[in-house]
């Protein structure tokens, strides 16, 4: 099957720095990808929509300029939190949709904000 | 009401049991609904989708949709210990959901098989 690779799988940073996390669909090519957000024992929540060559879609609360989202092809989507803080500290997930409609996950990545 | 809608649990039932876990949904319009099983620390696999009324069947997962009251759910026959993680309802919004791609979950169940 279709596969979605999402790096780093863990990161710790300092509050206040910028981490970048990558989303790469690997043999097929993702028009659109999603980045979700899970704080632990609780579900998943998209956070925006991503597609390639336009701005991303933020769901509602969402800050845009503190979540940059950059699809600059279709086979790689970043997110890159700005100015990290704790509560930011969260496992981040990106989907990718093949042209069948699948939606495929990443592995995710654990963000810890210190 | 949450748009989707799960028995947070911890549902528990020993080995070789039949697990079912259960979900509502708030959108009339919903036309697909997934079924994703997630383990500590790792990100959602699909294991069942279903799109019309009735009882789909996979190996040993079973999905069933009642559209008209608005819920699914999946049932595990012959529960495995290797079973034991979070199930996560999903459903895309809306009746043109199943091309665009975003997915609403609900807060998932845990479930525990145990030996």
């Known amino acids: 099957g279709a596969v979605v690779s999402q790096h780093p799988s863990r990161v710790i940073c300092k509050s206040g720095t910028s981490v970048k996390i990558e989303c790469r669909s690997l043999d097929f090519q993702a028009t659109t990808m999603f980045w979700y957000r899970q704080f632990p024992k609780q579900s998943l929540m998209l956070m925006a929509t991503?597609?390639?060559?336009?701005?991303?879609?933020?769901e509602q609360g969402v800050e845009k300029d503190k979540f940059l989202i950059n699809h600059a092809s279709l086979t790689l989507s970043t997110l890159t939190v700005t100015s990290a803080h704790p509560e930011d500290s969260s496992f981040y997930i990106c989907s990718a949709r093949d042209l069948k409609q699948t939606k495929f996950f990443g592995s995710g990545t654990q963000l810890s904000v210190l | 009401q949450k748009e989707v809608e799960q028995n947070s649990g911890p549902l528990s039932v020993p080995e070789g049991a039949i697990a079912s876990l259960n979900c509502t949904y708030s959108d009339r319009g919903s036309q697909s609904f997934f079924w994703y099983r997630q383990y500590s620390g790792k990100s959602p696999e699909l294991i069942m989708s279903i799109y019309s009324n009735g009882d789909k069947e996979d190996g040993r997962f079973t999905a069933q949709l009642n559209k008209a009251s608005q819920y699914v759910s999946l049932l595990i026959r012959d529960s495995q210990p290797s079973d034991s993680a979070t199930y996560l309802c999903?459903?895309?919004?809306?009746?043109?959901?199943?091309?665009?791609?975003?997915?609403?979950f609900g807060q998932g169940t845990i479930l525990t098989v145990h030996p």
């Open positions: 999903a459903i895309p919004p809306g009746a043109g959901g199943t091309s665009y791609g975003k997915l609403t």
């Open positions: 991503s597609n390639e060559g336009s701005k991303a879609t933020y």
